[in-house]
Structure formats: structure tokens, C-alpha cells
């Protein structure tokens, strides 16, 4: 069974940074495309970055676009996401979420197949 784990959340200035890390485990993580989604309590979950199968195509968010680094090693079944220069707008439930197909996660297109539980990103002004 394919499970994900999120870790590396936490409280932190702005202009600060985070990385966020995303454990695949139960299968190889090189089949799927990987991405990353956040949310903010009362408002629609939001597409944030996604990596492809081998590592060598990104996609990204217009509001991450030059701050946030999506990347992944299939050898040790991770994917990372180097977040930078952050604002207290970035403030979220960042998501890990796995899909065979790479235009379910760039559409935020339900049902993608495998979700983390969530790690908390929390910007202060």
C-alpha cells in the first residue's frame, strides 16, 4: 500500500526558509509524477509545484514561481520542496500527493491518487 509522509513544517520569519520533505513508501516513487498542494482552513486546496516521473520537467504555481524548488531521488523514494524567501501569504497545509498521470496534478484534478497527511508551513510578518 503507497503511503506518503510530509515532514520539515514549522514557524518561520518572513524572508525565511523551508524545506519540505515527502517520504514514498510501498511502491517506487519513479512511476508517479509527485507534487506539491497546500490549503488554508475555509479555502480551496492549491497547486503548488510538480515534478515528473524522472525529475527533469517542473511546474509551478505563478506565486511560487522563483522562490520554490520542486525536486525528487527515486532512489530513496523522496521528493523535496526547497521553499524560499517566504511570505506570511505561504502560510498553509502543504500536501504531498502522487499520480500516475501528471496533468491530474497540474489540474488539481480529484481523485489524485495518493495524498500525504499534511505538514504545517506557518509565516510570521
Known amino acids: 500500500q503507497v503511503q506518503l509522509g510530509e515532514s520539515g513544517g514549522g514557524l518561520v520569519q518572513a524572508g525565511g526558509s523551508l524545506r519540505l520533505s515527502c517520504a514514498f513508501s510501498?511502491?517506487?516513487?519513479?512511476?508517479?509524477?509527485m507534487g506539491w498542494f497546500r490549503q488554508v482552513p475555509g479555502e480551496e486546496r492549491e497547486f503548488v509545484a510538480a515534478?515528473?516521473?524522472?525529475?527533469?520537467?517542473?511546474y509551478y504555481a505563478d506565486s511560487v514561481k522563483g522562490r520554490f524548488t520542486i525536486s525528487r531521488d527515486n532512489a530513496k523514494n523522496m521528493v523535496y520542496l526547497q521553499m524560499n524567501s517566504l511570505k506570511p501569504e505561504d502560510t498553509a497545509v502543504y500536501y504531498c500527493?502522487?499520480?500516475?498521470?501528471?496533468?491530474?496534478?497540474?489540474?488539481?484534478?480529484?481523485?489524485?491518487?495518493?495524498w500525504g497527511q499534511g505538514t504545517q508551513v506557518t509565516v510570521s510578518s
Open positions: 500527493a502522487a499520480d500516475g498521470r501528471m496533468s491530474k496534478l497540474l489540474l488539481n484534478d480529484e481523485p489524485i491518487k495518493f
Open positions: 510501498g511502491s517506487s516513487v519513479g512511476a508517479y509524477a
Open positions: 515534478v515528473n516521473w524522472s525529475g527533469e520537467n517542473t
